[in-house]
């Protein structure tokens, strides 16, 4: 069974750094896209960061140049680097990991970790 367990998030200061990460566990053949999203009150979800099996990266304009999205080497785990933090980045983060191919199947469905808080306050 495919899951995607996600460690990090917390309570940071604005202008501080912190730093996500996402590991797809299970018997995978391959992921195609492995991303960020967050979701804050009120709002609906968002996409924050993606990185494909391609290694195109593509992030939201809110966070270009602030965050940072990469992956290890087996293309199963994925970090999310963010760097001056705003109080508006505050939201619960979703990781993804779009198009997961595993044996015995034709399907290939995304999958969403938890969740994770990020606070960013004073």
């Known amino acids: 069974q495919v899951q995607l367990v996600e460690s990090g998030g917390g309570l940071v200061q604005p202008g501080g750094s912190l730093i996500l990460s996402c590991a797809a566990t299970g018997t995978i053949i391959s992921i195609y896209a492995m991303g960020w999203y967050r979701q804050a009150p009120g709002k609906q979800r968002e996409l924050v960061a993606i990185?494909?099996?391609?290694?195109?990266?593509n992030y939201a304009d809110s966070v270009k140049g602030r965050f940072t999205i990469s992956r290890a080497n087996a293309k199963n785990t994925v970090w999310l680097r963010m760097n001056s933090l705003k109080p508006e980045d505050t939201a619960v983060y979703y990781c993804n990991a779009d198009r997961v191919v595993v044996p015995g199947t034709s399907n290939a469905p995304g999958y969403w970790g938890q969740g994770t808080q990020v606070t960013v306050s004073s």
């Open positions: 990185l494909t099996s391609g290694s195109s990266e």
